[in-house]
Each structure stands twice: as structure tokens, then as C-alpha cells.
T-cell receptor
Framework: GESVGLHLPTLSVQEGDNSIINCAYS??????FIWYKQESGKGPQFIID?????DKRQGQRVTVLLNKTVKHLSLQIAATQPGDSAVYFC????????????FGQGTILTVHP | SAVISQKPSRDICQRGTSLTIQCQVD?????MFWYRQQPGQSLTLIAT?????????ESGFVIDKFPISRPNLTFSTLTVSNMSPEDSSIYLC??????????FGEGSRLTVL
């Protein structure tokens, strides 16, 4: 079956540093990828997405990189702030299953002031 | 966008009882889903709530344990039946709008004693 994994379960950074969170996936049929942020007691919050016809997409302070050759996805957060502290999940969907997401295990990002 | 309201937001239940969680959306949506997030873990898709027909369950989830209703395009319920402590989780509703946007509710945190 399909699996999604993260390289690092926890990440601690200093305020102002850049953060990189990684995600590996196995299903080459996946064509839509999303990064979510989940704060304690809340539901997942959309950060940024990317489709398989792209290899990079930028948002406000965030960049998602997709390498389909090695089935790897990353989220880069620039100038990380204490408010960025949360659990970050990658999620993917494919084919006709848009909306049915497979989630990675999650990375806990802690930003120290 | 879509605003999703889940009720209850949290509950403590006794073993062997059942609880119904409601998901109300402020606009008509094309697709609705239910996810489970066990303590300290990622999200797992339970089922797709189909309007006017039986839900489509993912592997490992069955209708007798997680009956789902979706009577219209803005509302769905998930029942957790005959609960055990292993059912203690956050249950999340997600929707896909007509514009193809995907949103999550804040979740219903269930503790089974």
C-alpha cells in the first residue's frame, strides 16, 4: 500500500533560522501534495500545496520542493518564529482520490526564542 | 472557503457506550471525509461520507463500528459504537468545496474510560 514517512520526527531551531522538514513517499501515482500545520488542540491548518507538474512553489515565508525522481517532498520555513512551533504533516493524494489524503507521521517543530 | 463546525469538541465516555459526532459546514460541499488521529499520531482516513448513500470505508474500518450518515451537502455524522479505551482519539471532519479547496474541522477529542 501507500506509505508516507518523515525523516525527522522532531526539529528544534532558533528563532530567525530557516527550518526544513522532509517527507518521503512511495506511491508514484500521487499527484497532489499538501503541507499542514497542527497546533495543540486544533485541526490541521493548510500551509501550502504543490501538484506533480511542479517542482517548487513558494508562499509567504514557506517553500515546498518536490522531487518526483526520488519521491521526496520538503517544506522550508524562512526566518522561523516561535509561532511556527507546531506539528507539521505532509499529506498526499492521487488520481481520482482527491480529498482522500494519506498523511505522514508528523514532525514536531520547536522554535526557541 | 468553508467553515466547519464539529460537535462535541470533546467528550469523556464510558466503555461500551456510543457517541455521535456532528460535522456542519456553512456551505454546500462536494465531498466530506472522516479521519481519526490517535494520541501522538498522524491522521488516518476512516471513510468518505457519501450524500444519500452508504459511506465508503477504508481498510481497517467497518460500518458497524463507525456508522456514518450524510443526509445532505452540508452535514454528516460519525458514530463511534461500543467504545473502548482504544477508541480514544481526535476525530476530524474534512470537506472538499466546489472550488476544489480542502478544509478540516477542529476535531472532536474523545476520551474513553
Amino acid at each position: 500500500g501507500e506509505s508516507v514517512g518523515l525523516h525527522l520526527p522532531t526539529l528544534s531551531v532558533q528563532e530567525g533560522d530557516n527550518s526544513i522538514i522532509n517527507c518521503a513517499y512511495s506511491n508514484s501515482a500521487s499527484d497532489y501534495f499538501i503541507w499542514y500545520k497542527q497546533e495543540s488542540g486544533k485541526g490541521p491548518q493548510f500551509i501550502i500545496d504543490i501538484r506533480s507538474n511542479m517542482d517548487k512553489r513558494q508562499g509567504q515565508r514557506v517553500t515546498v520542493l518536490l522531487n518526483k525522481t526520488v519521491k521526496h517532498l520538503s517544506l522550508q520555513i524562512a526566518a522561523t518564529q516561535p509561532g511556527d512551533s507546531a506539528v507539521y504533516f505532509c499529506a498526499l493524494a492521487g488520481g481520482t482520490s482527491y480529498g482522500k489524503l494519506t498523511f505522514g507521521q508528523g514532525t514536531i517543530l520547536t522554535v526557541h526564542p | 472557503s468553508a467553515v466547519i463546525s464539529q460537535k462535541p469538541s470533546r467528550d469523556i465516555c464510558q466503555r461500551g457506550t456510543s457517541l455521535t459526532i456532528q460535522c456542519q459546514v456553512d456551505s454546500q460541499v462536494t465531498m466530506m471525509f472522516w479521519y481519526r488521529q490517535q494520541p501522538g499520531q498522524s491522521l488516518t482516513l476512516i471513510a468518505t461520507a457519501n450524500q444519500g448513500s452508504e459511506a465508503t470505508y477504508e481498510s481497517g474500518f467497518v460500518i458497524d463500528k463507525f456508522p456514518i450518515s450524510r443526509p445532505n451537502l452540508t452535514f454528516s455524522t460519525l458514530t463511534v459504537s461500543n467504545m473502548s479505551p482504544e477508541d480514544s482519539s481526535i476525530y476530524l471532519c474534512s470537506v472538499v468545496t466546489g472550488a476544489g479547496e480542502l478544509f478540516f474541522g477542529e476535531g472532536s477529542r474523545l476520551t474513553v474510560l
